[in-house]
């Protein structure tokens, strides 16, 4: 016989039934804080009209778009190869809302708080923590200019991984418009700051040496170099504030205030576990950026688990100019850290096993199964086909190979002589086997 391969195409992933559920349980949690905060879910579809997921300043992830070929008569008159496709998978799930936002704002509240949990699809090297198809949690508020949104999205990011038990978290945060004068401060030609800010995104992987390296080679000279590698390097180590800097570049109040606003969060005693260090070196890849912007990370963990930030000029694209702002929590992030951690489901149900020796049984399988839900259990109707004996050997063997157990479980045998109760595990209750209907 022919070995076929059924492994999962690269980057994609195939998810057993206790990794569902110990995901199912994480965003739970998540989602209920942020409706607890007064977010509102929405959904938007996988697939966008590739026009709009191009050249909306999503900056390299604009290069990893799965593009969805043109279908029918359409595929009959192509007259180059970028006319081969006209949708594609979305990358993130902020430009749908853009899009989702200019076609349902009248409907919505003047001051729109999103919620969107959901698969996106980037073409780009698998590794770990990181997937071709991989799922995000989105919290945004839209319609809001005040730095109180970016207060509200990271003390409610915050509230939600703490609840996941994640601790030693570091909110590192910048802003777009101190990088806007610092380059030019540094030296750096005003027509090279968007290529040098790629660079310079590219700190953390090829270090100081590299980026000084590549800045050269864009054409910022050697001093100017020097003056923005060592400035950011200086201020990235430090705790405080550098505000003799803000005044040497003339950093406009209202600039200053809103990074202000981001450091009070780490002296107000709620989030106590967590560092807030401002950090030039954030730079996020989004051209979509105008503000504030931040990342959130596991300091034993080695990359961010989370980040965000304002987009203000995003809707005008969609014809429906607003300020917005927004946070995402990575959560494939998230749930390869908690399983590192060996985190558990919480609430674990019992579970009731109901064995039908025939058809005919399965009216009181059911009765069964309806008071053992009654009870807080799980319950499942199942088939006789394999012997009691093997059948009970293996769920016993399953239940002590578990990492999280139930409380208990049992198997009820359903026959014509009598019902019987097995257990399988756990501290087993009473549990009523007498048939009423």
Request: charged fraction near 25%.
């Amino acid at each position: 016989m022919v070995k076929v391969d059924t492994s999962p195409a690269r980057g994609m992933r195939d998810l057993l039934p206790s990794e569902v559920e110990s995901r199912s349980k994480i965003a739970e949690v998540i989602l209920r804080t942020y409706r607890e905060h007064g977010f509102n879910q929405i959904e938007t579809p996988a697939v966008e009209n590739l026009e709009r997921l191009i050249g909306s300043g999503g900056g390299d992830n604009e290069k990893l778009v799965f593009k969805i070929l043109k279908r029918g008569e359409k595929l009959n008159d192509l007259s180059d190869e970028a006319s081969l496709a006209d949708l594609g998978l979305r990358f993130d799930l902020t430009v749908p809302l853009a899009r989702y936002y200019a076609q349902n704002f009248s409907k919505l509240p003047s001051v729109f708080r999103s919620i969107q949990i959901g698969p996106v699809w980037r073409a780009e090297r698998p590794q770990k923590g990181r997937f071709r198809q991989f799922v995000q949690c989105d919290i945004d508020i839209i319609a809001e200019p005040n730095v109180t949104a970016e207060l509200e999205l990271i003390s409610t990011s915050l509230i939600a991984t703490s609840r996941l038990g994640i601790n030693d978290l570091t909110l590192r945060y910048n802003h777009r418009k101190f990088l806007d004068q610092l380059l030019p401060w540094s030296g750096v030609a005003q027509g090279l700051i968007g290529a040098a800010l790629i660079i310079l995104d590219k700190l953390d992987k090829i270090g100081a040496d590299g980026v000084s390296r590549e800045l050269i080679e864009l054409g910022v000279d050697e001093a100017a170099t020097s003056k923005l590698v060592s400035t950011l390097l200086e201020i990235s180590t430090s705790d405080a504030l550098p505000h003799g800097l803000f005044e040497e570049m003339n950093l406009s109040e209202a600039v200053q205030s809103e990074i202000s606003a981001i450091a009070s969060l780490g002296h107000n005693g709620r989030f106590g576990d967590v560092r807030f260090l401002f950090d030039p070196t954030v730079i996020r890849g989004m051209g979509y950026y105008t503000g504030a912007i931040f990342e959130l990370g596991v300091s034993e963990f080695g990359f961010s688990i989370g980040g965000g930030g304002r987009y203000d000029n995003m809707l005008e694209r969609f014809g429906r100019p607003a300020p917005a702002c927004g946070f995402s929590l990575g959560f494939e992030r998230i749930a390869l850290y908690l399983s590192e951690q060996k985190f558990e489901i919480p609430d674990v149900k019992p579970l009731v096993r109901v064995r039908c020796e025939n058809w005919a049984s399965y009216g009181p399988a059911s009765e069964f199964v309806d008071r053992a839900i009654g009870m807080g259990a799980t319950a499942q109707i199942e088939g006789s086909s394999r012997k009691l004996e093997s059948a009970l050997r293996s769920y016993r063997s399953d239940y002590d190979a578990r990492d999280t157990k139930p409380p208990w479980e049992i198997l009820i045998e359903v026959a014509q002589d009598a019902n019987r109760v097995h257990r399988i595990g756990g501290e087993v209750p009473e549990f009523d086997i007498s048939f009423r209907s």
